[in-house]
């Protein structure tokens, strides 16, 4: 089956859903795909006990027009098209213009006991419990680095967990100093000080990290270590995230150009969002990480972009610079510090899905030449977290992707090989 559009925006999060509303309200038809069933993203991923947020709902609102895909997961591009597959088959979705609003993805990195049943990422331990996970009455410790650890921490909670301590790797001065800065963003502010009241009496440290995880078929107990040494925490979950990095395996695939600093790569847009290929716009965390505000007006602007709309698009230039500053922030009080980068040990298992150690990995100069001799990078999600922590750790940055970009069946396979025209022809027999 073939289908056309003249808009086409991957991903329904913030900014995919401000891209498809906004282009849909000057006409266009829009097609607005993602690869869960219900739109909201990560941020507004749907609670099973809470109601959305009430900009959430707004947002899903304002769809009039717009098509929304559900479940359709893009596996490659072909020529001016994508090739999604979806619970019935697949399809090829053509556009005119194209909006990446393909968000981020959880940082995880290595320590000893990482891999026990029971740790999670911060973020995919919040994601799990909205889909209803049972989490009440359980002993959860959260580490790692940034303001999800807060929101995470908040979610388990509401849901019935035991949060015994949220540990953040940031040292005091740097946290301070955030939080002095966020007098130039009241709303980022009010809603800190919402997170704090609903977490009163959950210890929040500082300069913490959760160096080992302990136990033999889950996990028992956790080892942090602060300004004060080291102590033992017993839990049943644990759940660890420094952060987020873009997703821009789509945009390579594409052939759009990526800006490589300082670390993680991120889709390198102009202005206007204009991506290096002709007729594909960039919006939201797929540009760098710049927080919820940030998207939703970058979101727009692609929105105007695509539909071609240029002067609605500048009016809202100011907006997004100011967001965008807060993301820089964000990035530079929070990123992770040296004693994370060295708490993996050579046993360490870097790719879960392949079993390899960090040790196994010594003299290879590149991914590649690493995923030849020890398959680092070749399992279920095809180096999105082994491939960024070895980036994050300075080993080598991730290689180019290549399609399927996820895992996909077989019949789906075969569809690449088959020509836009030969597909639509045959859908109309």
Known sequence: MTERYDVLVVG?????????????AHGARVGLLDAQPRAGGQVWRHDVRKPAPRAAREAIAALHGVNLLAQHSVIASEDGALR?????????????ALVLATGARELLLPFPGWTLPGVSGAGGLQALTKQGWPVAGKRVVIAGSGPLLLAAAATLRAHGAKVVGIHEQASPDSVHAFARQLLHWPARAAQALSLRA??????????SIVRHAHGEDAVRVVEIEDAHGTACVDC???AVGYGLVPNVELAQLLGCALDHAPTHPHVQVDELLRTSVPAVFAAGEACGIGGLAAARIEGAIAGHMASGHADE??????ERDRARRFGALLARHFAPGSRVHALATPQTLICRCEDVTLGALDGYADARDAKLATRCGMGACQGRICGTALAELGRFPR??????????RLATLAGLATSPSDDASRSTT
């Open 12 to 24: 329904a999060g913030p900014a995919g859903l401000a891209a498809a509303g906004t282009a849909a």
């Open 84 to 96: 999604v597959e979806t619970p019935e088959g697949s399809a090829l979705l053509t556009y005119g």
């Open 198 to 207: 609903r977490l009163m009496g959950v210890p929040y440290r500082f300069g």
């Open 236 to 238: 049943d979950l644990l």
């Open 313 to 318: 698009a500048r009016v809202l230039l100011p």
């Open 399 to 408: 290689g180019a992707g290549r399609p399927p970009l996820f895992p996909a």
